[in-house]
């Protein structure tokens, strides 16, 4: 190895600036793919419980009587098995991470999908529309 | 004869990320003994595999290790594929195995950052994680996901990578090595480094052969084992050699560990030029009944799943060896001989990874 092998990189950080960032000031690097947190949409859940029994940690409850949906913030590791499998779309991978907490919070939200009522007579490509 | 002394040395010690504890012996400063201790951080997630569809457990499998998390995904979903036999479609095993290197990649720069830290070279050190920082932007950009990728399922993979998004990769590469190389150049020829390191835990190549060490710390010594050899996922077809040394000290550990991540972004290169088209995964049918031992080779070394299933939808025993465990017998045999301020530095050459061995 020559001599001043590392100037080359001091004189390139003295340019450059910090390879840091401010991070609360400056908003973490983020992908379009970044697992960030679920968000739920309550007004297209069918209650299925699909996610419920996908989740590998446990962190979804779903109460069909009571029409209650439930996470786990903390037990959820965002591994976006349940978003892949819900057949409604009804849950997302959002892109940002949720700020840190200090107490124990469980989400909860009243689904207020309405199954709609059935025409008489449906026109087929309506009825297939619903469905998907 | 000095009077002998017993030094604790870790759980927590500035040089350790993770928890070991090792007794050390002393005569005045000198190691002559040492006797190690792990069990902090138990959390049972072999046991987990009875609870979990054998499908989720890759989630954990994954979470075992947050370093080679890739490769634990990799090595559950093949013993469950070899099982059910299921045949991986090709683009799947070469996505493998692009994540698969881009994992030993950033694993090694930690390492070398760690190591440079631990022999007190500062500036090295942030200079590693400045350059692991670019790997995992492209983990994230590719997987979701910094150190837990989360994209091996049973079956293949989840998500794909574009075309573009591969050329991008590729016209990365050469600037990248680059700039590996230049830091490589450091801990190979720098001398300071090398006084530091040479001929500290010398380990000859028939005691590492005999304590059965696995990955780069055998390496070190002359013993050309490598899982990749054997050619699973892609690397039967990219074409694959083992990187060894011989002095089987410190410095040679990091020569391995040095050189293998030359070779990595060499695979990388050519497994992007060779990836075909075609599907992602197969769907998976039916449930696992029969055991199978899945070897994978980690920055680490070789990890073994051991899984068995009853033809549920739970397995009903995973057992999973890490290279860690099998690295710590050499640990013992490294140390005695060292003085006490060279202990942290013998200590980090083995890349103790303790979360994975207690699993």
Redesign the interface.
Known sequence: ?GFF??T??VLRNLAEGP?TRQYPLVPA???????GHIAFDPATCRSCGLCSR????EAIRLDKEEKVWEINRMRC?A???CV?GCPFGSIT?ERDYLPPVVELVVERHTITYVKPEKPEKKPKEESAGESA | MPKRIVVPFGPQHPVLPEPIHLDLVLEDELVVDVVPSIGYIHRGLEQLVQK?EFT??V??AE?ICGICSFMHAVGYSQGVEHIMGLEVPDRARYLRTIWSECSRLHSHLLWLGLFADGMGFE?LF??SW?LR?SVL?TL??????RV?Q?TCKVGGV??DIGQEKLDEMHRALDPFEEQCR?LG??FL???TVKYRLKGLGVISKDEAYALGATGPTARGSGVAMDHRETGYAAYGDIGFKPVVETAGDCYARCAVRVKEVYASIDQIRRAIDQIPEGPLDVKVKGTPNGEYFSRVEQPRGEVIHYLRGDGTKHLSRARIRTPTLANIPMLVKMLPGAQLADVPVVVLSIDPCISCTER
């Not at chain 2, 994230?140 to 996901?145: P, V, W």
């Open positions: 190895m092998a590392m080359k990189t390879a690097r983020t992908s379009a793919l970044t697992r996908r989740c590998p940690c590791i591994c976006s098995d892949e991978m | 979990r989720e457990y989630y954990v979470r500036n942030m200079r400045q920082e932007d994230e950009d590719t997987t979701g996901g837990i989360g989840r998500r230049d150049d450091v020829n720098d001398d």
